[in-house]
């Protein structure tokens, strides 16, 4: 293939998954229409099929950019504060420097929070999140064998990891301010951090 014809390809498909993002976010995955993306993008169903094999496979191209980095944007806020918690004194997440990566995410994403909330029990939204989400789970729980003290009866790693994910994608798909997201992000770390010190008796 071409230099030419590989730039043609490459904005073909960028087209494409800029149409899908507006129609995903706008209309739902079920409502999401293959020929309003098609059109809006400028190109035939065709040309759409040579990219994607199907509709979960455009929606997966649309999600997945945010859900490859927000995990780990989780994963670190829990782990600081589990650290903190159960090793050693310290301060709690610094916020605003969490902010500076959601920030950047939303800047690139804008409307794939929005997606994603409205589209959370998707499986590839599923995949993404529950893979992570037992990652940490199982972290919290290794902490919490660890950690000198005693457990609430009937508390769930697994509980808490899914609850601090769906309140990030909240915060994210429903504030566009900084200082909004910032002032929310502060109320759910602060929030995590008291039933973490709670059940881990610290």
Same mark, same amino acid.
């Given at each position: 293939?071409?230099? /030419?014809? &590989?730039?043609? +390809?490459?904005?073909?498909?960028?087209?494409? %998954?800029?149409?899908?993002?507006?129609?995903?976010?706008? $209309?739902?995955?079920?409502? !999401?229409?293959?020929? &309003?993306?098609?059109?809006?993008?400028?190109?035939?169903?065709?040309?759409?099929?040579?990219?994607?094999? +199907? *509709?979960?496979?455009?929606?997966?191209?649309? %999600?997945?950019?945010?859900?490859?980095?927000?995990?780990?944007?989780?994963?670190?806020?829990?782990?600081?504060?589990?650290? %903190? @918690?159960?090793d050693c004194p310290? #301060?709690?997440?610094?916020?605003?420097?969490?902010?500076?990566?959601?920030v950047e995410l939303l800047e690139?994403?804008?409307?794939?929070?929005? @997606?994603?909330?409205?589209?959370?029990? $998707?499986?590839?939204?599923?995949?993404?999140?529950?893979?992570?989400?037992? =990652? @940490?789970?199982?972290? @919290?729980?290794? /902490? !919490?064998?660890? *950690?000198?003290?005693?457990?609430?009866?009937?508390?769930?790693?697994?509980?808490?990891?899914?609850?601090?994910?769906?309140?990030?994608? =909240?915060?994210? !798909?429903?504030?566009?301010?900084?200082?909004?997201?910032?002032? $929310?992000?502060?109320?759910?770390?602060?929030?995590?951090?008291?039933?973490? #010190?709670?059940?881990?008796? *610290?």
């Amino acid at each position: 293939m071409s230099r /030419r014809a &590989q730039t043609d +390809s490459g904005e073909t498909k960028r087209d494409l %998954v800029a149409s899908a993002t507006e129609e995903f976010a706008e $209309h739902g995955y079920e409502g !999401a229409s293959l020929r &309003q993306i098609c059109s809006k993008a400028g190109v035939t169903t065709g040309a759409l099929y040579f990219f994607f094999d +199907s *509709k979960e496979d455009l929606f997966k191209s649309v %999600v997945s950019p945010l859900m490859s980095e927000l995990p780990n944007v989780l994963a670190a806020w829990i782990e600081h504060d589990l650290s %903190v @918690i159960c090793d050693c004194p310290g #301060e709690p997440t610094d916020v605003e420097g969490l902010l500076d990566g959601l920030v950047e995410l939303l800047e690139r994403h804008p409307l794939v929070p929005k @997606i994603v909330l409205s589209n959370r029990d $998707h499986p590839v939204v599923k995949e993404y999140l529950d893979a992570r989400v037992a =990652e @940490i789970a199982a972290s @919290i729980a290794s /902490r !919490a064998d660890r *950690k000198d003290g005693p457990a609430s009866d009937g508390f769930s790693p697994r509980l808490l990891a899914t609850m601090c994910a769906n309140a990030l994608i =909240e915060v994210l !798909a429903n504030d566009d301010d900084p200082d909004v997201i910032a002032r $929310h992000l502060a109320e759910v770390s602060a929030f995590v951090r008291g039933g973490l #010190e709670a059940t881990l008796g *610290k």
